[in-house]
């Protein structure tokens, strides 16, 4: 209710009610730096919380053996254009994986002191299984307690402090990320609500830093860029493992890679679907899928559960753009541009839910025609919000320009 009666006194400000609350100082004008922020510090400020959004916050999967370093910054490079189209589906990769990662860490904790670090551990990748020093598989939590219950493999005795020390990262970097998101967050909330008003680029920069925020949380026990899994020997003695053909590791990769081939945009649209809805993970597989997250589902009612509250994310998202419905645009065309590309995305993630529970019922085929072509439009509206956001500031408002009175009496606030 609160986001409801904030979205509408923006909206709908034209009606000038008299203020609930006095309006918080306003610079009256940029006559000395310390009344007054400059083109490259406003810049500069957004592009580096997005930077944090969206390179700094993705926590991948350990990547496979083969995998070069440049390999490696192509796949964040990736994760970073994904998390600019469509940050709601990274939040909801992270919400999966801490659900599975928290069932891992209950399933062990009693009799082996696991925590969800662990769990998540397990997840991404953390254990390989070795043979007379050949990688044979990298471990699935399934994979994991067959071997350990068929005792092919002893469980790992491995503390969370061992965990922590293989990640690139530590809780202070993240409280760190996460207390410079929330400050630039507070700050254009301010300017959002009291004036004067923040520029688009700051709207939709405030939209992603509210995403972010959620996805550290739940990414926080996830250790970050660890680049190698623990291996675990074969115990002697133990029943053989089963030698498993290329052809034979999943048709999942087989129909990947066909898809590739056949289309770029079939690319891209697969890559967001497998983030949407993670990647499975086949016996014999040397590394784990990019958007694996252990099989969240375990029923109907999951599936249902969660895919209740996807829409609803995405659905806030793309609402929040409508804070600069009113704002001051180069022309009346990204004006007009702007508000119509907000709807869209604010509406899209209900015709898709619509989609899933009344249209997949009458027929399969409509329902992915529907579905590709909401998607589609769907990214498109957000790449040209983006676009928009980055073209208004060829001319911005004066009033951009403006702090709020009390920055000079804290450092950094702008």
Not at 184 to 208: A, D, G, H, S
Not at 269 to 279: I, K, T, Y
Request: with cysteine; charged share 15%; glycine share 6%.
């Amino acid at each position: 209710m609160l986001f409801i009666a904030l979205l509408s006194s923006i909206v709908f400000e034209n009606a000038r009610a008299a203020p609930i609350s006095p309006p918080v100082e306003v610079s009256p004008s940029c006559t000395t730096l310390s009344q007054c922020r400059t083109f490259e510090s406003i810049v500069y400020s957004c592009v580096a919380t997005l930077a944090a959004c969206t390179w700094v916050s993705v926590h991948p999967n350990i990547p496979g053996p083969e995998a070069s370093s440049f390999l490696i910054f192509l796949f964040r490079l990736k994760y970073m254009i994904m998390a600019l189209i469509a940050p709601e589906l990274l939040l909801t990769w992270a919400i999966r994986q801490w659900i599975v990662a928290g069932r891992i860490a209950d399933k062990y904790h009693e009799h082996h002191g696991w925590t969800r670090t662990h769990g998540f551990f397990l997840l991404m990748g953390g254990f390989a299984l070795i043979q007379d020093g050949e990688l044979v598989e990298t471990l699935s939590p399934d994979r994991f307690e067959t071997f350990i219950s068929d005792g092919t493999i002893t469980f790992p005795t491995i503390s969370k402090d061992h965990i922590e020390d293989m990640s690139k990262g530590d809780p202070f970097s993240k409280a760190t990320a996460i207390i410079t998101m929330t400050w630039f967050t507070v700050k254009c909330f301010i300017r959002m609500v009291y004036k004067p008003q923040p520029t688009e680029l700051e709207v939709m920069t405030f939209c992603f830093t509210l995403l972010s925020i959620a996805t550290y949380v739940f990414w926080w026990s996830k250790p970050l860029h660890v680049r190698y899994p623990i291996f675990l020997a074969k115990e002697p003695g133990s029943p053989s493992l089963p030698y498993i053909a290329e052809e034979e590791l999943g048709s999942w990769g087989v129909m990947k890679a066909l898809v590739w081939i056949s289309s770029a945009m079939m690319i891209v649209w697969g890559e967001f679907m497998d983030m949407a809805s993670g990647e499975p993970m086949a016996n014999g597989d040397k590394r784990v899928p990019q958007y694996y997250d252990g099989g969240v589902y375990t029923s109907y009612d999951d599936w249902a559960s969660l895919w209740h509250r996807v829409p609803a994310i995405a659905v806030a998202f793309g609402a929040l753009h409508c804070f600069a419905w009113n704002y001051h645009f180069p022309t009346t065309v990204e004006q007009t541009l702007w508000r119509a590309s907000s709807i869209i995305s604010t509406a899209t993630p209900i015709l898709v839910w619509l989609n899933f529970y009344f249209i997949e019922r009458w027929s399969e085929t409509l329902h992915s025609v529907v579905f590709f072509l909401l998607t589609l439009g769907y990214g498109g509206t957000r790449l040209l919000l983006l676009g928009i956001a980055f073209s208004s500031l060829r001319s911005l408002s004066p009033e951009a320009y403006q702090t709020i009175g009390w920055s000079t009496y804290a450092p950094n606030i702008q």
